[in-house]
Nanobody, 123 residues
Framework: QVQLVESGGGSVHPGGSLTLSCAAS????????MAWFRQVPGKEREGVAS??????ENYADSVKGRFTISKANATNLTLQMNDLKAEDTAMYYC??????????????????WGRGTQVTVSS
């Protein structure tokens, strides 16, 4: 059984930075993609950034140039968030999937999820 645990959320002012981390445990050998999603109440879960087993990255247009996804291996995923804006406020989730050849920012393809960490950007 796979477990994903996020950390690093918090409150920052606009323009600030945060680094989110995700620790994966269990059988992670089958992961083809890992990703970060975010969700605000009343809205669908939104793909933020993904990374393949080979290290290919993909970003939502809204975060390109500001966020960077990286992974040390299949068990440690990071999201560096710079120049944060109020609209980045959301619960952020780490996700992983054993599916391959997918739309990597689509939540429906992911089969392992963390419980989330809150990011709040306000002045």
């Amino acid at each position: 059984q796979v477990q994903l645990v996020e950390s690093g959320g918090g409150s920052v002012h606009p323009g600030g930075s945060l680094t989110l981390s995700c620790a994966a445990s269990g059988d992670t050998s089958g992961f083809w993609y890992m990703a970060w999603f975010r969700q605000v109440p009343g809205k669908e879960r939104e793909g933020v950034a993904s990374i393949t087993r080979a290290g290919t990255e993909n970003y939502a247009d809204s975060v390109k140039g500001r966020f960077t996804i990286s992974k040390a291996n299949a068990t440690n995923l990071t999201l560096q968030m710079n120049d944060l804006k109020a609209e980045d406020t959301a619960m952020y989730y780490c996700a992983a999937t054993t599916n391959w050849y997918i739309a990597s920012l689509s939540a429906k393809h992911y089969n392992s999820w963390g419980r989330g960490t809150q990011v709040t950007v306000s002045s």
